[in-house]
């Protein structure tokens, strides 16, 4: 069952080759309203994890399901990258409605203080997480004017670009970046009839999550040890009192490429379980 008729357009959703990533749950998710989904990822798989098979296994699960995807190899730092996938995903659908830009660095190889950040770490975060959403989002607008008939742009943020925390400089810099560029991009293009917002989720149970804890938790531990501590701790922030799923990251932007939502553009929307910066 359904809750928005996003049939006849189509989405592309970066960063969503993982098998519990948020670009997995989102491309299913707008898969499952009806829309024509074109999954993106600078490596075919990005976390390694039995059978899954990255891009591959998220197409075959929607089009098993009787949807439409496709899936293509896109640096999001790289302009001619970006614009070789739009025409690509023209090509095969003949038209791009919505762009999801999901594809995210994580905070530095390891939680260290500004003193102790190598700026090529700095420049990897900086450059995936900001200058891709500038990147997709200046020549996505592009085709959404050509085609006089709006469309969504949906910028996948973070709580953490809403106030600063230790150790996360390159990263809190990164997402503040993504809500005040979409922001701007919000009023450039409204005029056009497209929807610019940005989501800020708190703590989201993905891959990221176990490879973290690994760098955070002393070794004489298990990794589901770690785990656990770790979950338990987030879980105490949190006041409905548990960690975000992929899943409820996807309802949002389910909701914000749909109809429901044409009067709504800038806005930063927290999916964070009334975590307040």
């Not at 799923?245 to 044409?262: G, I, N, Q, R, Y």
């Amino acid at each position: 069952m359904t809750m928005y008729n996003l049939k006849g357009k189509v989405a592309i959703v970066t960063g969503a080759g993982g098998k519990n990533g948020i670009g997995r749950a989102v491309a299913d998710r707008l898969a499952q309203e009806g829309a024509k989904v074109v999954v993106t990822d600078i490596v075919e798989v990005p976390y390694s994890d039995g059978g899954w098979r990255g891009l591959s296994s998220v197409v075959e699960e929607i089009t098993s399901r009787g949807g439409e995807a496709t899936k293509l190899l896109v640096d999001v730092t790289d302009a001619s990258s970006i614009d070789n996938a739009i025409d690509k995903a023209l090509n095969i659908f003949n038209r791009v409605d919505i762009l999801v830009n999901n594809a995210g660095a994580p905070a530095s190889k390891d939680r260290v203080s500004i003193v102790d950040l190598e700026e090529e770490d700095w420049d990897r975060v900086i450059d995936t997480n900001l200058k891709g959403v500038f990147l997709f989002s200046k020549s996505f607008a592009k085709e959404l004017i050509a085609q006089k008939e709006g469309g969504k742009i949906i910028n996948i943020a973070s709580i953490a670009g809403k106030k600063g925390s230790a150790t996360f400089g390159a990263y809190c810099a990164s997402k503040a970046g993504v809500i005040r560029l979409t922001e701007s991009i919000a009023l450039d293009l409204a005029k056009f009839n497209i929807n610019v917002n940005s989501i800020c989720p708190s703590w989201v149970d993905t891959e990221r999550v176990d490879v973290y804890v690994e760098q955070l938790y002393e070794n004489d531990l298990t990794h589901d040890q770690k785990r656990d501590l770790h979950l338990s701790s987030v879980e105490s922030m949190i006041p409905l009192g548990r960690y975000a799923t992929p899943e409820d990251v996807a309802k949002m932007v389910a909701f914000l490429s749909s109809e429901e939502s044409s009067f709504v553009t800038g806005a930063s929307l927290n999916v964070s379980g009334g975590l307040i910066a």
